[in-house]
T-cell receptor, first 112, second 113 residues
């Protein structure tokens, strides 16, 4: 079963605009991670936010986490054509081995 | 370049044939994983290996077997391929520091006809 559900499923914006993607999950977590997947490629780790953190930044990425609502958001500021990709959230809820459960992803298209 | 290497990149099988997907990592990671990705369904965990010598079932293990050959290598075997196993398969690895998440291979696109 999918732990994370992402919203929207697809998002199309103009270059330079900000893009926001949301992720909801069902159980308590250790951390939540965001990955990017370019068409036909493997996933690339973008950022991790721990359960005791509320916000984290990395370059043009901003991630928030609300554990009371079991939700997270990924904001990409000043989008570029190269940001066109699918974005997945993944939750880490295990004590032992890291075993991620992925959402279905948001397909982001940046129009020039 | 350091990372996760998967072979082959593409494969077409006939129903009932068997094959092994290979995965190797050179980052000295303890844990390795096999996921499948189907349209609209994200990634689903097939099997994982928390450390050398151990393997465990994930969400969708039926029809698959795995072998953790050594710390570097983790293979996925389809004993009798079925059309429902048509998918893109990803191998990933992770180290003790969860901060870095997973490192993924580039995937194997498998078609079973």
């Amino acid at each position: 079963s999918q732990q994370g559900e992402e919203d929207p499923q697809a998002l199309s914006i103009q270059e330079g605009e900000n893009a926001t993607m949301n992720c909801s999950y069902k159980t308590s977590i250790n951390n939540l991670q965001w990955y990017r997947q370019n068409s036909g490629r493997g996933l690339v780790h973008l950022i991790l936010i721990r359960s005791n953190e509320r916000e984290k930044h990395s370059g043009r990425l901003r991630v928030t986490l609300d554990t009371s609502k079991k939700s997270s958001s990924l904001l990409i500021t000043a989008s570029r054509a190269a940001d066109t990709a699918s974005y997945f959230c993944a939750t880490d809820a295990q004590r032992g081995a890291q075993k991620l459960v992925f959402g279905q992803g948001t397909r982001l298209t940046i129009n020039p | 370049n350091a990372g996760v290497t998967q072979t082959p990149k593409f494969q077409v099988l006939k129903t009932g044939q068997s094959m092994t997907l290979q995965c190797a990592q050179d980052m000295n990671h303890n844990s390795m994983y096999w996921y499948r990705q189907d349209p609209g369904m994200g990634l689903r965990l097939i099997y994982y290996s928390a450390s050398e010598g151990t393997t465990d079932k994930g969400e969708v293990p039926n029809g698959y077997n795995v072998s953790r050959l050594n710390k570097r290598e983790f293979s996925l075997r389809l004993e009798s391929a079925a059309p429902s196993q048509t998918s893109v398969y990803f191998c990933a690895s992770s180290g003790r520091d969860r901060s870095y998440g997973y490192t993924f291979g580039s995937g194997t696109r498998l078609t079973v006809v």
